[in-house]
């Protein structure tokens, strides 16, 4: 299996901060397609409404100023047929693969059920969460931990967020505290609601780009206030032995596995060891391979277990 290595200059500015901005990973006649499957089902979108579902405390910064307008959010995008084609394609897009091999390692999978945020301007935005140090309790958060371990960048659950709206400086949108990865303390409360809003840092994208950030980044996101529509589309993913969502028990959806390259099946396989048969996504997207024990050891545990694998 062939790897292409990212830039240093990236690999450094992951560990620095804790994201990455790949620019450009789809082109503006990309986007467009991908945003006309959106309208043909923006109204399926299910609004943010009720108390129990919002993000923000009320009042504070973070929880914008429009009157009835709340964050929607759009599932099964990856079961839309011919309109989810380039979502199919950004599970295993060339110009990604080798961010995940080295962010998450080969064998790197798909956690979550994937899924759109669309937002009008006034809506709100999220208080900061995640951190391999938790927000609010300071503990050890094993979940969604980012550790750097001789020279190897380690992520328990890597988010992948792709514009597809260009995100101006003040627009709003995802934010970050830079650095936050590597903390060692809870986060001031003050900074969780953006009243103190000083080291909250929202990145600058145009449509097309993606931001790769460790769930171990403390982030949350900033009221939307351009008069634009936001849209992005948020993907997370996990080493190959690692899992925090469930959604791929027993199976992921049938609509979504149909029309899938072997590739893009590989990272929907469930969590397990690398060695034990296991396919990996290669550098090209038509590169898959299968790694494997020696015969006379898995017909040994065939004989003690009776099964495939122990």
């Not at 009157?67 to 047929?81: A, H, M, P, Q, S």
């Not at 792709?162 to 995802?174: C, K, M, P, S």
Request: hydrophobic share 35%.
């Amino acid at each position: 299996m062939s790897t292409n290595n990212i830039s240093l200059k990236d690999k450094y500015l992951f560990d620095l901060n804790g994201y990455v901005v790949v620019r450009n990973v789809f082109s503006a006649e990309e986007v467009s397609e991908i945003n006309v499957g959106i309208d043909k089902r923006a109204s399926e979108a299910k609004a943010r409404s009720q108390k129990e579902l919002r993000n923000t405390k009320e009042n504070t910064p973070l929880a914008g100023a429009g009157v009835g307008e709340f964050r929607k959010d759009l599932g099964r995008i990856l079961e839309w047929g011919e309109d989810s084609a380039h979502f199919r394609k950004f599970l295993n897009h060339p110009k990604l693969v080798p961010y995940f091999h080295e962010f998450i390692g080969p064998g790197y999978r798909m956690d979550h059920h994937p899924f759109l945020i669309i937002q009008e301007k006034g809506s709100e935005g999220f208080a900061l969460h995640g951190g391999t140090c938790d927000v609010v309790s300071g503990g050890y958060n094993p979940h969604l931990a980012y550790t750097c371990f001789n020279g190897h960048i380690h992520n328990q659950l890597l988010a992948a967020s792709i514009a597809l709206v260009d995100h101006n400086a003040g627009d709003g949108g995802l934010c970050v505290v830079r650095g936050s990865h590597k903390s060692n303390f809870a986060v001031p409360p003050d900074m969780i609601d953006g009243i103190d809003s000083e080291f909250l840092y929202q990145p600058v994208t145009r449509a097309g780009d993606v931001i790769l950030f460790s769930e171990g980044t403390v982030h949350g996101a900033k009221a939307w206030t351009a008069d634009h529509q936001r849209r992005v589309a948020l993907f997370r993913f996990s080493p190959a032995t690692v899992s925090y969502g469930r959604s791929y028990y027993p199976s992921w959806p049938q609509e979504m596995l149909s029309e899938l390259t072997e590739g893009q099946k590989a990272v929907l396989e469930p969590p397990y060891a690398t060695r034990l048969d296991r396919p990996i996504q290669g550098s090209s997207a038509d590169e898959v391979t299968v790694l494997s024990r020696s015969d006379p050891k898995k017909a040994f545990d065939k004989e003690v277990f009776k099964t495939g694998y122990f």
